[in-house]
């Protein structure tokens, strides 16, 4: 009996296209680039926004309208990626959507338009889904999770040098200089991301049935509902309200993105390794323990009077990241087929953009409602109710 291509490309035992070393180098680059104009502004993004006149609630909208687009977005892509069998012209699109985002976010003359381009952004954001899928496809079912692993540290990488380049862009030239620089990150990574290649994959397009049993497989919902409370407590604090903490406290642009790197450094470092955690505590452990760590960090934060201090709270709750956020992506998609992996990844990655949404939205008013502390307060608050989730629910899982 002959095999169809479509099927042989899915057996557990190999990946289902191994890539030229220049198709993946070019990956790794394009992969970058795009996560570099998507966050080379983000250290001064909240401070830029209050110089604009916003409320700590505007600047709550100014950062949840990026999550908000990728809840909207992220399952009906996810499933047309997988109805066509490409992934690689959503990459194109997403370093096309960074540009016009990061034009509009230096050309905005008041806070209301920052809402508009960072909600493009979140246009931009949510074709992480194929990425991210297209990348699973160069390994065996079984090596997801480190994969992921993988992605998250050329995520973290990235973010690392945009961070502190992001900073001292500002410091030199303004603030309004570092979304220029976005929007020149995002036209090299569109050059750069010619040389990937991809292998089509050839199906039936899926019945809504089988559609629907996807998006409701027990452990993508968990693993996803679980990060949903992880990305609703960290958007609500290191992307939104650690900057203006930071600020208040006499902070220069340029150590505003050193804080953002020191929050990276230990997330991406932990990323690489953080198979070996869950292997030796269990995926429920490992991910509780990480949780717990960034919730203490939270708690930290309002009895911080001084900005280094403030950063290594930063760092020790990147280390927490790194434990969790990887770990639950690949997870996410361990039990799911290939052909219906960005289906998958899309219903994961739309749930948890729920949180960066309600997270900076709601850390805005508690902000504007309690100070600055409120918005500490309750996103730790958030994080133990995760941790706690965490440890029964993939306990769970892990048992049956």
């Known amino acids: 009996k002959k095999t169809h291509p479509s099927e042989s490309a899915h057996t557990p035992h190999r990946p289902a296209y191994q890539p030229e070393r220049r198709a993946m180098w070019a990956f790794?680059?394009?992969?970058?680039?795009?996560?570099?104009?998507?966050?080379?502004?983000?250290?001064?993004l909240s401070v830029y926004a209050q110089s604009l006149g916003a409320s700590f609630t505007t600047i709550g909208m100014v950062v949840g309208a990026y999550g908000l687009v990728q809840m909207l977005l992220r399952i009906p892509l996810g499933i047309c990626s997988d109805r066509w069998g490409r992934r690689l012209p959503f990459l194109y699109a997403g370093h096309f959507f960074n540009f016009i985002g990061c034009m509009g976010l230096a050309l905005a003359p008041q806070a209301i338009y920052l809402v508009v381009?960072?909600?493009?952004?979140?246009?931009?954001?949510?074709?992480?889904v194929a990425f991210t899928v297209l990348y699973a496809s160069y390994f065996p079912p079984d090596q997801t999770p480190r994969a992921m692993g993988t992605v998250a540290a050329i995520n973290?990488?990235?973010?690392?040098?945009?961070?502190?380049?992001?900073?001292?862009?500002?410091q030199?030239?303004?603030?309004?200089?570092?979304?220029?620089?976005?929007?020149?990150?995002?036209?090299?990574?569109?050059?750069?991301?010619?040389?990937?290649?991809?292998?089509?994959?050839?199906?039936?397009?899926?019945?809504?049935?089988?559609?629907?049993?996807?998006?409701?497989?027990?452990?993508?919902?968990?693993?996803?509902?679980?990060?949903?409370?992880?990305?609703?407590?960290?958007?609500?604090?290191?992307?939104?309200?650690?900057?203006?903490?930071?600020?208040?406290?006499?902070a220069s642009k340029l150590t505003l993105g050193i804080i953002g790197t020191i929050s990276l450094v230990p997330y991406t470092l932990t990323a690489l390794v953080n198979h070996r955690f869950a292997h030796r505590l269990g995926e429920n452990r490992a991910v509780f323990m990480g949780m717990l760590v960034m919730a203490a960090m939270m708690f930290a934060v309002p009895l911080i009077d001084n900005v280094p201090l403030l950063a290594i709270s930063q760092g020790v709750s990147g280390l927490g990241r790194g434990m969790v956020y990887p770990l639950l992506m690949g997870l996410s998609i361990r039990e799911i087929s290939g052909e219906d992996r960005a289906t998958a990844m899309g219903v994961y990655q739309a749930i948890y953009a729920i949180g960066m949404f309600l997270g900076p939205m709601t850390a805005g008013a508690f902000a504007d409602a309690f100070g600055l502390s409120g918005a500490f307060?309750?996103?730790?608050?958030?994080?133990?109710?995760?941790?706690?989730?965490?440890?029964?629910?993939?306990?769970?899982?892990?048992?049956?």
């Open 156 to 170: 973290g990488i990235s973010l690392i040098v945009v961070n502190l380049l992001g900073g001292q862009i500002a």
């Open 28 to 44: 790794y680059a394009g992969t970058s680039l795009y996560w570099g104009a998507l966050y080379i502004y983000s250290p001064i």
């Open 377 to 400: 307060i309750m996103s730790g608050t958030v994080s133990v109710i995760a941790a706690v989730a965490a440890l029964i629910l993939l306990g769970r899982l892990r048992r049956n």
């Open 117 to 128: 381009f960072r909600g493009v952004l979140g246009i931009s954001a949510a074709t992480w």
């Open 172 to 250: 030199m030239w303004g603030m309004v200089a570092t979304f220029y620089a976005g929007a020149g990150l995002a036209v090299i990574g569109f050059v750069t991301t010619a040389p990937i290649k991809e292998h089509r994959i050839h199906r039936k397009a899926p019945s809504l049935g089988q559609i629907w049993r996807v998006m409701t497989h027990p452990v993508l919902i968990i693993t996803a509902s679980i990060t949903a409370l992880n990305q609703y407590a960290f958007w609500a604090t290191t992307f939104s309200f650690i900057p203006l903490y930071a600020d208040k406290l006499g």
